[in-house]
């Protein structure tokens, strides 16, 4: 069963930084695409960046372009979102996936981690 698992989450000022990082195991699949998703509190989970399996190709949504930076290590499982110039309106919790290919809609990825809350106060 693949697992995900999600870590660097925190309470963070408005103009801050974070750094989510996302570890896959018992994944035997060779190339797969990462994702970031986030869902606030009473609102649907919504798409925040993906990779492709190269790490070569990324997709960002319009919200966090320009401030968001995501990036894999392909020989450590591991994917990264570089959260920079954060807003109050960035808090969700955030979750990583793995999918087929690159999409920006949750029912194109078949794993999910279990999330890690941001916060960004005012």
């Known amino acids: 069963q693949v697992q995900l698992v999600e870590s660097g989450g925190g309470l963070v000022q408005a103009g801050g930084s974070l750094k989510l990082s996302c570890t896959a195991s018992?994944?035997?699949?060779?190339?797969?695409?990462m994702g970031w998703f986030r869902r606030a509190t009473g609102k649907e989970r919504t798409f925040v960046a993906t990779?492709?399996?190269?790490?070569?190709?990324?997709v960002y949504a319009d919200s966090v372009k320009g401030r968001f930076t995501i990036s894999r290590d392909t020989d450590k499982k591991t994917v990264y979102l570089q959260m920079n110039s954060l807003k109050p309106e960035d808090t969700a919790r955030y979750y990583c996936?793995?999918?087929?290919?690159?999409?920006?809609?949750?029912?194109?990825?078949?794993?999910w981690g279990q999330g890690t809350q941001v916060t960004v106060s005012s």
């Open positions: 018992q994944l035997t699949a060779h190339t797969y695409a």
């Open positions: 990779v492709d399996w190269s790490g070569d190709s990324t």
């Open positions: 996936a793995v999918g087929a290919r690159m999409r920006v809609t949750p029912e194109d990825y078949a794993y």
